[in-house]
């Protein structure tokens, strides 16, 4: 445990894969580094998450954000322990009928035009690519470079990384106000750090209440093992347009395969606080996966679970410093792209902590968006 009298000069609120993420660039890059976890490192959304490494384009800065941190997830691929079970297993984005087709062909042209490899398949590649799947739909557009991994593993191996270049953890410590260079934990300890980032997932806005964070609940459940049976991260084209439709809650079409044979069967949204698995959301999630593949109904189902994004008005996540308060700095609000975006995120924030040039444009993901600008007395 660290010793709360020492200064450091970067403090992470919060071990999951983003507050991980963090700390490991903070270590290679020569800072002395903490982390505070007030649970479990790692058992947070991501312990709940489904771990796609997905280039996603919802916009220009999503799509820069995936494609630059899923570049960086590749480049670890060497180093990850065989327990974070990475496979570059691609996407299918499944187009149902012709019209989706056409989506497809548009995102093909899209992802193409900033040098992602990907391709269409029609009719009947997709039927050879992924027998599974039910006869009758149009096609589909294949992301050959896409993966997966276990999100908790991955977690404590990036923490692992950041402890063995000398970080120190102050774990069950739960940060109950921030200041400029000091956090103050339950119990009266103080930490000062010259820098502090906010990396306490849907929490956070307990700590920047500025950050209009809402949890975002998902169901996922997963089968016993049929080795053979998925061979791609398989996801509906029209998963985004779903997703955030902004109804009430909405399910969608995202089957994953595991390493260990296994199939990961989401996803649903919704607000709510409400960490039950819901029977109607869950068959409804069910139903429509069945949908599209219909010998699911023959697979074991072992557990479901729920787990909660952190969501922003604009579903980009906050990655910068605060307006008003430079030394704090926010790796907040990934909705449902934080395993994706956790190494693009920490080296985002380093660049702008350590005034050097950002991997990205920054701009699309300042907090300072959130912060309303209160004018001087006397001034309308
Ligand atoms: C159903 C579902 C499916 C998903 N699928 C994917 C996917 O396929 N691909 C993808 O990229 N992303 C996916 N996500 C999103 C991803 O899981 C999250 O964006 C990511 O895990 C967020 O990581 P985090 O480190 O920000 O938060 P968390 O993992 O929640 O970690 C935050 C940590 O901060 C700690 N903490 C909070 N408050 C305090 C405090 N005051 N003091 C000390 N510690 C504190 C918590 O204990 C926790 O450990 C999915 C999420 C869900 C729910």
């Given at each position: 445990m660290a010793s709360s009298n020492r200064t450091f000069d970067l403090a992470v609120i919060g071990c999951g894969i983003v507050g991980a993420a963090c700390a490991r660039a903070g270590t290679r890059a020569g800072l002395r580094t903490i982390i505070v976890e007030g649970s479990l490192a790692g058992g947070g959304a991501t312990a709940a998450g489904m771990g796609h490494i997905v280039v996603m384009d919802g916009s220009e800065a999503q799509l820069a954000l995936t494609l630059y941190s899923r570049r960086l997830w590749q480049q670890l691929i060497p180093e990850?322990?065989?327990?974070?079970?990475?496979?570059?297993c691609g996407t299918l984005w499944i187009a149902e009928h012709e019209a989706e087709l056409e989506l497809a062909r548009r995102k093909q042209a899209k992802l193409a035009g900033q040098g992602v490899a990907c391709e269409i398949l029609d009719a009947r590649q997709l039927m050879e690519a992924e027998p599974c799947l039910r006869p009758g739909l149009a096609g589909a557009l294949r992301v050959p470079d896409d993966g997966v991994l276990y999100p908790p593993i991955a977690a404590q191996w990036l923490w692992q990384q950041a402890q063995n270049a000398g970080a120190v953890m102050r774990s069950g410590a739960i940060v109950t106000r921030i200041q400029e260079q000091a956090i103050h934990v339950a119990g009266g300890d103080r930490i000062q750090a010259g820098a502090i980032i906010?990396?306490?997932?849907?929490?956070g806005a307990e700590l920047i209440p500025e950050i209009p964070l809402r949890p975002r609940k998902g169901h996922l459940l997963i089968t016993d093992r049929y080795p053979g049976f998925l061979r791609h991260q398989v996801v509906e084209l029209g998963y985004l347009q779903r997703a955030h439709a902004g109804t009430e809650s909405s399910v969608s079409f995202n089957l994953q395969p595991r390493a260990t044979g296994q199939v990961l069967i989401g996803s649903s949204r919704q607000y709510s606080h409400d960490r039950a698995v819901e029977p109607d959301v869950l068959s409804r999630m069910l139903a429509r996966a069945q949908s599209y593949v219909p010998r699911l109904g023959d697979l074991r189902g072992l557990r479901a679970w729920t787990g909660f994004r952190a969501a922003t008005p604009d579903d980009l996540p906050c990655i910068g410093p605060l307006p008003n308060r430079p030394h704090i700095f926010a790796a907040l609000g990934h909705e449902g792209l934080g395993i994706t975006t956790s190494l693009g995120t920490a080296e985002l924030l380093l660049a702008q902590m350590l005034g050097a040039e950002a991997p990205i444009p920054a701009g699309p993901f300042q907090?300072?968006?959130?912060f309303i600008e209160t004018s001087p007395a006397g001034h309308a």
């Open positions: 990850l322990p065989e327990a974070a079970e990475y496979r570059s906010v990396a306490a997932g849907s929490q907090p300072a968006r959130f």
